[in-house]
């Protein structure tokens, strides 16, 4: 992954990786869970930023599918929102899905399932991890 494709705002992606090799956020493709990690967070500060300088006054509405301004969930990040409202999100991309809301250190099942997205959230109910599919 070069890091020419990354927003320039970004900066420079973490020089040291582990060796693991997992899907990024985005359509970012695939590298190590580090930059996983650094990708999610900056796709957070990206959003607080937004969210920062949009009108104070007015409610915070969910994406429309079919608004082409704001990706939907898989592409859109969720870190940093309530559990609640990224199930929301993840309803409006595929309502087929089964959500499950969980502590970021809940024990769970390893199993891969298709039709499940998990959402680890901390003791203050905000998304930690970007949730996915399995």
Known sequence: MSSDSFPAHWG???MGQTRDYVVLPGSYGRGSSTLKHWIEEKMAEDAAAAAATADAGTERRFAD?????????????LIGMTGEEATQEINIADPTLEVQILDEDAMMTMDYREDRVRIFVNADGKVV??????
């Open 12 to 14: 420079q992606p973490p």
């Open 129 to 134: 991890n970007q949730p996915h599919k399995g």
């Open 65 to 77: 599918p079919s608004s082409s301004s704001s990706p939907p969930w898989p592409e859109k990040s």
